[in-house]
């Protein structure tokens, strides 16, 4: 179980940092072929998939990575180490919270 659950917060750690790099849109496509082929005990397509979702929705670690952050870094007059300092530390704050959170919902 302890297993699955890290496999599960991996996987959406991937998508996460993934999505702040392409868009979200375009990491769920590249990543759900992958995670159709993953047979593990435990672990259903559910799992993968809620996984993904979540993790292609928080790109908090750059600007470029969703248009709202992009909206507010000039205006804000953010740095790009801004959003790597304020929205690494969210992912890893969520990449705690997202495999049991994603196993026990699903």
Same mark, same amino acid.
């Given at each position: 179980e302890t297993g699955n659950i890290g496999l599960l917060a991996i =996987?959406?750690?991937t998508t996460s940092v993934l999505s702040c790099i392409v868009s979200n849109q375009a990491t769920v496509? /590249? =990543?759900?072929? $992958? $995670?159709?082929? #993953?047979? #593990?005990?435990? =672990?259903? #397509?559910g799992h993968f998939a809620l996984a993904l979702m979540m993790g292609a929705s928080t790109a908090f670690?750059?600007?470029i990575g969703y248009?709202?952050? /992009?909206?507010?870094?000039?205006?804000?007059?953010?740095?790009?180490?801004?959003f790597i300092k304020i929205g690494g530390t969210m992912t890893l704050v969520l990449t705690a919270l997202a495999g049991p959170l994603v196993y026990i919902l699903t």
């Amino acid at each position: 179980e302890t297993g699955n659950i890290g496999l599960l917060a991996i =996987l959406y750690f991937t998508t996460s940092v993934l999505s702040c790099i392409v868009s979200n849109q375009a990491t769920v496509i /590249l =990543l759900w072929p $992958v $995670v159709q082929q #993953i047979d #593990i005990d435990g =672990l259903e #397509i559910g799992h993968f998939a809620l996984a993904l979702m979540m993790g292609a929705s928080t790109a908090f670690a750059t600007p470029i990575g969703y248009q709202t952050n /992009l909206m507010v870094y000039g205006p804000g007059r953010y740095s790009f180490s801004d959003f790597i300092k304020i929205g690494g530390t969210m992912t890893l704050v969520l990449t705690a919270l997202a495999g049991p959170l994603v196993y026990i919902l699903t």
